[in-house]
């Protein structure tokens, strides 16, 4: 998985109010130890701060910022896109005549994730993404990926880059068009729904 960008400012938000919590709960365990007359290493009790801030954003970033409350909230405005997605393209490379059946799998965290794709031709991955919370058309993912084509896809077909911008629908579609880059240069529609969280 690759770090992604996005618009919201969640994430200084956050983080400040992770790294006041650590230094409450290293109170808390300093006041604690102090009642208790139990005497720990001194390389324990020095880095208790940073190190409840590194078990807090840990478990934040992996599995806390799902919360539908932190949603409802507005505490966290990034969107859970991971799980397996199915839908078709159109493209440009046969004129659009006819679609072709895709699968997408897509890992994320709070601050990583990657979009796997993968076509009966051909299979692709992002290295860059990134998620507008505050598009005038919507929460938006956009990213660029490198695609590969299988062992049965058609000789013109070469490894290539390229870029797709979707916008999110109902939470469980996303629509949009991407465009492949030099040595291709083809573009078409995506339509994908989400089967799996």
């Known amino acids: 998985m690759h770090p992604y960008a996005t618009d ?12 006041l919590l650590s230094v409450g709960a290293a109170w808390i365990l300093s006041r604690g130890l102090a009642t208790t007359n139990l005497s720990l290493p001194w390389w324990f009790d ?4 940073m190190g409840f801030f590194g078990i807090f954003y840990g478990l934040f970033d992996r599995m806390l910022w ?8 507005g ?35 709070w601050t990583r994730i990657v979009i796997l794709l993968h076509s009966d031709t051909s299979k692709s991955f992002t290295h860059v993404a990134a998620i507008q919370v505050h598009a005038p058309d919507g929460i938006v993912l956009s990213y660029q990926y490198e695609n590969q084509p299988q062992p049965n896809a058609v000789r013109t077909m070469e490894t290539h880059q390229g870029s797709a911008r979707l916008t999110l629908q109902d939470n469980d579609c996303l629509e949009g068009f991407y465009y ?5 240069q ?12």
Not at 79 to 104: I, Y
Not at 180 to 184: A, E, L, Q, T, Y
Not at 186 to 197: A, D, K, N, V, W
Request: charged share 20%.
């Open 8 to 19: 919201s400012n969640e994430r200084k938000i956050i983080t400040f109010g992770l790294a």
């Open 46 to 49: 020095a880095p208790s701060t």
């Open 66 to 73: 799902r919360c539908s409350g932190l949603h409802r909230l």
């Open 75 to 109: 505490l966290v405005k990034v969107p859970a896109l991971a799980g397996n997605w199915r839908g078709h393209l159109v493209s440009s490379f046969d004129q659009h005549p006819k679609t072709h059946r895709v699968r997408v799998r897509i890992n994320q965290t």
């Open 180 to 184: 492949s880059g030099r040595g291709r």
């Open 186 to 197: 083809e573009y078409g529609s995506i339509h994908l729904e989400r089967i799996q969280s």
